[in-house]
C-alpha cells in the first residue's frame, strides 16, 4: 500500500489534485452563484474574472515565496472550499426576498467567498512551478482542471448534490493534508459541516419550501401551498398553480382569435392544459425541459429543437420574463421563426407576460417594444392584449380585437375583459418608439438588465468602473515588462472574452449553462492540455485573432448551433492558448501563468458587464481579433526600429 502512495506529495501531484479540487469548485460556485443572484448571467463574468485574478496574484506570491510546506497550503484549500460553499448560501440572508442586488454588493460577496479559495491555488502552483522536479506544470495543471470537470458533468447528470460534488473534489486533497496532523483535525470538523446542508439551503431561501431539485436549467425548489404548487428556478417564479386569472387571460384571449382549433402545442405549462382542456376535440401537446418536475402527460424536449409531424393551430408559450439570457432565449427571432414552422398557415402563436398593466417602468417599455419588433420581424400581424398582463399575439393571417371567450371563465369575462378600455388597447399596439430586436447574438435581456443595473445604483456602477480601470493598472504595474508578458497577456484577455462570449451565446441559445458549464469547461481544459503537447506555434498572435473572429462569427451566424460546435470551438481555443504558453522559453511558467491569468480576468470582466450587452457576440469577436493583430503587429514589426529590438534580433544598431 505505501508503494502506492509514494510520489504523492511531489510538486507534480500536488498540482493535479489541486487543479483537480479548483476546477469542480469554480462550477459548483457559479451553479450556487446561479442561485443566488437568481440566474442571472452578469454575475458570470465578475466570479470567473475574481478568481482568475485572485489565482494570479497568488500565482505571483508563491513563485516569490521562500516556503516549501505542502500539506498545510493543501489544508488550507480544502477549508476554503468549504466555507466559500456556505459562504455564498449565507450571503442572501442580508438582502430581502427578490431584492435586486448591485454591482457592489456581488462583486463584494463574489470575493469574500471565492478569492480566499483562488489565491491558495494560485499560491501552490506559483511555488511548485519553479521546482525542478516539476516537468510542464501548465500541462499537469490543465490536466489536473480537466478531471475536476469531468467529476462535476459526471455528478450533474447523476444529480448530486453541489456539497457531495465538493466533497469528492477535495478527497484527493485529504491525502496531500494527511501529514499535518494538527490542521487535519480541525479540517475533519469542517467537513462535518456538510450535515447542516439543509440549513444551508435555508439561508439561500427564506421561505418555507419542500425540497431541492438540481435541474437541467438551475435549481429548482417546491413550495406548496393550500391547494396549489410553485416552483421557483434559481429564486424566481418558474410555474404556479395559484395564477388562475393569469392563466385564464393566456389561454382563452389567443383561443378566441379562431372559430375552430385542432392542434394545441403548451411550450411549459403553467396552468395551461386544463384551461384547453375545456375545448372539445382539441388534441393538445405540451414540452416541459425539466425532466424531475415534468408531468407524465409531457413531452421531454428542448423547445428550440422540438419537430414533429402535425402543424399546430395554437401554440402557446409559457415562459417567464425574459430577465436572463436563458429566459429571454424564447424571445429571439430565432426562436419565433421556429415556431411559425411548427403553425398551420392560420396558427396563432402566443405569450404572456406580467408586465405592468397600467405604468410600465422604462425598462419595461424597452422591453414591450423589442418584443413587438421581434414578433413583427416574423409574423404578418401581432396584437397585444393588455389586462392581467400583457397577453402578445402573432400570425401570418389577420387578427381581431375579439376577445370573448368560446368557454366558460371564472374571471377573463367578469373582471379582466370589462376594465380593459379600447383607448388601453389602441395605445398598446401602436408603434413602439424601441427599434431595437431580440437575437441570440444579442441578447436584449442583457442589455436591460445592465439598464436596470445602471438606473438604481448609477453610484455602485461608476465605483465598478473605477474597479476595472484599477484591475487595468495592476496587471500594467505588478508585471514585468517584455513581449512574451504581452503577447501572453493579450492572449489571456482574448480568452477570457472568448470564454465569456460563447458561454452567453450557449446560454442565449439552449439556457443549459447552469448544468453545462463544467461540459464546456471540460472542453477548454481538453484544449489547453493538447495545446501544451505541441512544439512549435508560429505566429499565435495573429492566428489567435483571426481564429476568434471566425469561430465566433460562424457561431453568432447559426440560428441554432449544434451544441458541439461550441465544445469544439472551446476546445480549439483552448488548445491555441495552451501551445503559445508553452512555446514561450523566455519567462518563468509563473510569470507567464500570472499574466494569463491578468489578461483573462479583465476580459472576462468587461465582456459579460460592458461588452456583449451593448455591441453584440460580432462586435466582440472583431474587437478580439483587432487586439490580437496589433499585439502580433507590435511584437514582429516589419523592421527593427529601436535599438533594443535590433539587439533581441542579433543585429548590430
Known amino acids: 500500500m505505501p508503494s502506492i502512495f509514494r510520489n504523492i506529495d511531489s510538486p507534480s501531484a500536488v498540482i493535479l489534485t489541486a487543479a483537480l479540487c479548483a476546477a469542480a469548485v469554480q462550477c459548483v460556485f457559479l451553479r450556487e452563484y446561479l442561485a443566488v443572484f437568481s440566474g442571472n448571467e452578469l454575475v458570470a463574468g465578475v466570479v470567473l474574472s475574481l478568481w482568475l485574478l485572485a489565482t494570479g496574484l497568488g500565482s505571483l506570491a508563491g513563485k516569490r515565496a521562500k516556503s516549501r510546506v505542502f500539506p498545510g497550503a493543501a489544508t488550507a484549500l480544502i477549508a476554503a472550499a468549504v466555507a466559500g460553499l456556505f459562504c455564498i448560501r449565507a450571503s442572501r440572508l442580508l438582502f430581502s426576498p427578490?431584492?435586486?442586488?448591485?454591482?457592489?454588493?456581488?462583486?463584494?460577496l463574489c470575493a469574500l467567498s471565492e478569492t480566499p479559495f483562488a489565491?491558495?491555488?494560485?499560491?501552490?502552483?506559483?511555488?511548485?512551478?519553479?521546482?525542478?522536479?516539476t516537468r510542464n506544470p501548465y500541462g499537469v495543471e490543465s490536466l489536473g482542471a480537466l478531471a475536476g470537470s469531468m467529476i462535476v458533468y459526471a455528478g450533474v447528470?447523476?444529480?448530486?448534490?453541489?456539497?457531495?460534488?465538493?466533497?469528492?473534489?477535495?478527497?484527493?486533497?485529504?491525502?496531500?493534508?494527511?501529514?499535518?496532523?494538527?490542521?487535519?483535525f480541525p479540517l475533519l470538523a469542517v467537513i462535518a459541516l456538510f450535515s447542516f446542508n439543509d440549513l444551508s439551503q435555508h439561508w439561500k431561501y427564506p421561505f418555507p419550501f419542500s425540497k431541492v431539485i438540481y435541474g437541467r436549467e438551475g435549481e429548482i425548489v417546491r413550495m406548496p401551498g393550500a391547494g396549489d404548487t410553485t416552483f421557483m428556478l434559481n429564486g424566481c417564479v418558474y410555474k404556479s398553480t395559484a395564477e388562475k386569472p393569469f392563466i385564464e387571460q393566456a389561454v382563452h384571449i389567443p383561443m378566441a382569435q379562431r372559430s375552430r382549433h385542432g392542434n394545441a402545442l403548451i411550450?411549459?405549462?403553467?396552468?395551461?392544459?386544463?384551461?384547453?382542456?375545456?375545448?372539445?376535440?382539441?388534441?393538445i401537446d405540451c414540452i416541459e425541459s425539466e425532466p424531475r418536475i415534468a408531468s407524465v402527460k409531457s413531452i421531454l424536449a428542448a423547445p428550440e429543437t422540438y419537430s414533429f409531424g402535425k402543424r399546430y393551430d395554437?401554440?402557446?408559450?409559457?415562459?417567464?420574463?425574459?430577465q436572463t439570457a436563458a429566459s429571454g432565449r424564447f424571445y429571439t427571432i430565432s426562436f419565433f421563426q421556429r415556431m411559425r414552422s411548427l403553425m398551420t398557415d392560420s396558427g396563432v402563436f402566443s405569450f404572456t407576460l406580467p408586465m405592468s398593466e397600467n405604468y410600465m417602468s422604462r425598462t419595461e417599455k424597452q422591453l414591450y417594444g423589442v418584443l413587438f419588433n421581434t414578433l413583427k420581424r416574423v409574423f404578418a400581424d401581432v396584437l397585444v392584449f393588455p389586462g392581467n398582463g400583457y397577453t402578445f399575439m402573432a400570425s401570418d393571417k389577420p387578427l381581431r380585437e375579439s376577445w370573448k371567450p368560446h368557454v366558460y371563465t371564472k374571471y377573463l369575462e367578469t373582471v379582466i375583459i370589462p376594465s380593459v378600455s379600447p383607448e388601453r388597447i389602441a395605445t398598446v399596439n401602436g408603434a413602439p418608439k424601441e427599434t431595437l430586436i431580440n437575437t441570440a447574438k444579442r441578447?436584449?435581456?442583457?442589455?436591460?438588465?445592465?439598464?436596470?443595473?445602471t438606473e438604481q445604483f448609477k453610484a455602485t456602477s461608476l465605483t465598478v468602473a473605477g474597479i476595472i480601470f484599477l484591475l487595468l493598472i495592476l496587471s500594467i504595474a505588478v508585471l514585468p515588462k517584455s513581449k512574451e508578458i504581452l503577447s501572453m497577456g493579450t492572449t489571456g484577455f482574448a480568452t477570457g472574452v472568448y470564454s465569456i462570449a460563447l458561454l452567453v451565446l450557449y446560454q442565449s441559445t439552449y439556457g443549459l449553462l447552469y448544468s453545462r458549464i463544467?461540459?464546456?469547461?471540460?472542453?477548454?481544459?481538453?484544449?489547453?492540455?493538447?495545446?501544451?503537447?505541441?512544439?512549435?506555434f508560429p505566429l499565435p498572435d495573429l492566428f489567435i485573432g483571426i481564429y476568434c473572429i471566425a469561430s465566433l462569427g460562424l457561431l453568432a451566424a447559426l440560428p441554432y448551433p449544434p451544441a458541439i460546435l461550441f465544445y469544439c470551438a472551446h476546445c480549439a481555443m483552448g488548445l491555441f492558448t495552451g501551445a503559445q504558453f508553452v512555446s514561450m522559453k523566455n519567462t518563468s511558467a509563473g510569470t507567464l501563468y500570472a499574466a494569463d491569468l491578468f489578461g483573462g480576468a479583465l476580459g472576462m470582466a468587461l465582456c459579460s458587464t460592458l461588452f456583449v450587452?451593448?455591441?453584440?457576440?460580432?462586435?466582440?469577436?472583431?474587437?478580439?481579433?483587432?487586439?490580437?493583430?496589433l499585439a502580433w503587429a507590435f511584437i514582429n514589426p516589419p523592421c527593427p526600429l529601436i535599438k533594443g529590438d535590433a539587439q533581441d534580433r542579433g543585429i548590430a544598431p
Open 267 to 283: 411550450i411549459f405549462d403553467k396552468g395551461h392544459r386544463v384551461e384547453l382542456e375545456k375545448y372539445l376535440g382539441l388534441s
Open 119 to 133: 489565491f491558495i491555488n494560485g499560491y501552490l502552483f506559483g511555488i511548485l512551478s519553479g521546482s525542478n522536479r
Open 98 to 108: 427578490g431584492e435586486l442586488i448591485g454591482p457592489l454588493p456581488v462583486i463584494g
Open 314 to 322: 395554437i401554440i402557446l408559450l409559457g415562459g417567464s420574463m425574459p
Open 443 to 453: 441578447p436584449i435581456a442583457l442589455l436591460l438588465g445592465l439598464r436596470l443595473w
Open 518 to 536: 463544467s461540459l464546456l469547461l471540460v472542453s477548454l481544459t481538453c484544449g489547453f492540455v493538447s495545446g501544451t503537447r505541441l512544439r512549435r
Open 157 to 184: 447528470l447523476l444529480y448530486f448534490n453541489n456539497d457531495l460534488i465538493i466533497l469528492l473534489a477535495i478527497l484527493p486533497l485529504l491525502m496531500i493534508a494527511r501529514k499535518n496532523l494538527f490542521l487535519t
Open 613 to 629: 450587452p451593448l455591441f453584440g457576440i460580432p462586435a466582440v469577436a472583431v474587437g478580439i481579433c483587432l487586439i490580437k493583430v
